[in-house]
């Protein structure tokens, strides 16, 4: 699931779109833990270098059994209170504690003892009370070994709070203490800046999140007998990747069409048959691929983004990134970069 709000696209000094995914628990067994299971062993070695106190060890205000307090990163400086960040990585085999969904009642005393013995020491090292700095998780996490972030309130703002991100720890502790399971169970929004490759895999997983894409046979094919042009197999596996994909096929029968992806094509004949407007109820979020040759564009498809193919294209297949040959129609209308980004996703207008 997700919510449409602004998505994020990395280009220098242009506005950026963030869409809120809500992950449920089934969202997570399916979608998340195949994320966190294929990321490498070293994006978290640091962590236990830290831990195992061979490195960062000048920078560790407290070691306990159970975790161990240092810097942040950020913070250089740590006579600096005024912007105290420090970070709390707990004690676990790798695997075992990763993130909140991995919490349950069993941990509540270690949070409770980590949290009573934090605030102490900094209060001894900085001058500072409960009462002046705030202790959460992050939800995703920017890694995936369990930590808590303890920061000054006086310190520069911290965006990831506008984006549904932070947990606090006080109220964790309160949830699982109500319900031991209550992390398993709970839905769990996150950013799509906060991980833009999990991200896109829910895009991916979420059919009726996806905009549809209305391609003409022939953009893809070389007659009609469906032998593919050079570029057809790859244009379509990232067509059915990104987008819900109806094939026209102008009259043709489907039997024959063999494209990587059949399973997640749709076919029509027509704009004006009834199977097209099964498919496409209306075109708000529709983009369509047409050859030059065809009809001219239906009403229908008047606020729709139109890309006209006057060539096949074949010659670019050699660039052997099939995104870059949507990129090279979309380029030719004129759609910014952001647009370009937003093609994907619902909840924007496509301009």
């Known amino acids: 699931m997700f919510f449409a709000g602004t998505w994020w696209h990395?280009?220098?000094?242009?506005?950026?779109?963030?869409?809120l995914h809500r992950e449920t628990a089934q969202d997570f067994a399916q979608i998340?833990?195949?994320?966190i299971s294929d990321l490498p062993a070293k994006k978290t070695q640091w962590i236990h270098d830290i831990l195992d106190g061979k490195k960062e060890q000048d920078r560790v205000l407290l070691s306990d059994g159970s975790f161990v307090t240092v810097m942040q990163p950020s913070w250089k400086d740590v006579n600096d209170s005024k912007n105290m960040f420090y970070l709390v990585l707990l004690r676990a085999e790798r695997g075992e504690l990763r993130s909140l969904r991995d919490l349950n009642g069993s941990h509540v005393a270690m949070l409770k003892d980590m949290e009573e013995k934090c605030y102490d020491a900094m209060e001894k090292r900085h001058g500072m009370t409960r009462g002046d700095i705030k202790a959460y998780f992050h939800y995703q996490p920017s890694f995936f070994h369990l930590h808590v972030h303890f920061r000054a309130l006086g310190a520069e703002a911290d965006p990831s709070a506008l984006t549904a991100r932070e947990h606090p720890l006080e109220d964790v502790i309160e949830n699982l203490m109500i319900d031991s399971e209550y992390y398993k169970r709970k839905t769990l929004a996150f950013s799509s800046s906060s991980h833009p490759k999990l991200s896109s895999m829910f895009m991916r997983s979420n059919r009726s999140s996806k905009k549809i894409i209305v391609v003409d046979a022939g953009v893809v094919f070389e007659d009609k007998d469906f032998k593919y042009r050079t570029h057809g197999k790859f244009f379509m596996k990232f067509c059915t990747d990104n987008f819900r994909v109806a094939l026209r096929l102008d009259g043709i029968s489907e039997v024959g069409v063999e494209p990587p992806c059949k399973d997640d094509?749709?076919?029509?004949?027509s704009c004006t048959d009834a199977a097209f407007f099964t498919i496409v109820p209306n075109c708000e979020n529709v983009i369509c691929?047409?050859?030059s040759a065809r009809e001219t564009v239906p009403p229908l498809f008047a606020n729709s983004l139109v890309m006209p193919v006057e060539t096949h294209a074949d010659e670019l297949a050699p660039w052997g990134v099939p995104r870059k040959l949507l990129w090279s129609w979309v380029h030719a209308k004129g759609t910014t970069a952001p647009e370009f980004a937003a093609l994907r996703f619902l909840g924007r207008p496509l301009a």
């Open 289 to 291: 691929l047409r050859e």
């Open 10 to 19: 990395i280009q220098k000094n242009e506005p950026k779109h963030i869409i």
């Open 265 to 269: 094509l749709e076919y029509f004949g």
């Open 32 to 35: 998340t833990e195949t994320f």
